[in-house]
T-cell receptor
């Protein structure tokens, strides 16, 4: 299995632009998680889905952030408009229905907003 | 909600020495405690976990201990090697239901040859 796939690996954009991060979970996994990692705040859970349905989005920092999962093999995290404080590494992770806590992380997308 | 504190934030050891990373948690209902290793440029990877029905678990050179009364758990790495250099995260969760992982801030371990 290829593991969790994320794209792009690096994204540099200007403040005010729309940013879309993409994730393909491991085939057969029913849970998908989006995390943000910064030096100051560590790993923060933004939102997670079960069977393509958002279960908890309480970690989404504000309305500029949105996430979708149109099917079992694809999810997006969108930031519109982006701000410099959104600069971070964004991780997608997936897990099976058997145990949502045994999570497999993708390589991450390093986002820089100038 | 759950709060996980992790110490130290950085740890430097010589190759062959042991390394210990400690975490405390706040929610007495938590009963699942995984440890993740994050190498440079990669996502965190689960290396070992412990559930509240046991006090210790070993896997080759790594071991985890859990003290539920004191609400703390630790990662022990023996005979450290340069390839152990990475950031280590502890986490806590409740096994039942939709409870997700709450992570500590991480410990950067540097093993010098």
């Amino acid at each position: 299995d290829a593991g969790v796939i994320q794209s792009p690996r690096h994204e540099v954009t200007e403040m005010g632009q729309e940013v879309t991060l993409r994730c393909k979970p491991i085939s057969g996994h029913d849970y998908l998680f989006w995390y943000r990692q910064t030096m100051m705040r560590g790993l923060e859970l933004l939102i997670y889905f079960n069977n393509n349905v958002p279960i908890d989005d309480s970690g989404m920092p504000e309305d500029r952030f949105s996430a979708k999962m149109p099917n079992a093999s694809f999810s997006t995290l969108k930031i519109q408009p982006s701000e410099p404080r959104d600069s971070a590494v964004y991780f997608c992770a997936s897990s099976s229905d058997r145990d949502l806590r045994e999570q497999y992380f993708g390589p991450g997308t390093r986002l820089t907003v100038t | 909600g759950e709060n996980v504190e992790q110490h130290p934030s950085t740890l430097s050891v010589q190759e062959g020495d042991s390394a210990v990373i400690k975490c405390t948690y706040s929610d007495s209902a938590s009963n699942y405690f995984p440890w993740y290793k994050q190498e440079l440029g990669k996502g965190p990877q689960l290396i070992i976990d412990i559930r509240s029905n046991v006090g210790e678990k070993k896997d080759q050179r790594i071991a985890v201990t859990l003290n539920k009364t004191a609400k703390h758990f630790s990662l022990h790495i023996t005979e450290t090697q340069p390839e152990d250099s990475a950031v280590y995260f502890c986490a806590a969760s409740i096994m039942e239901g939709y409870s997700t992982l709450t992570f500590g801030k991480g410990t950067m371990l540097l093993v010098s040859p």
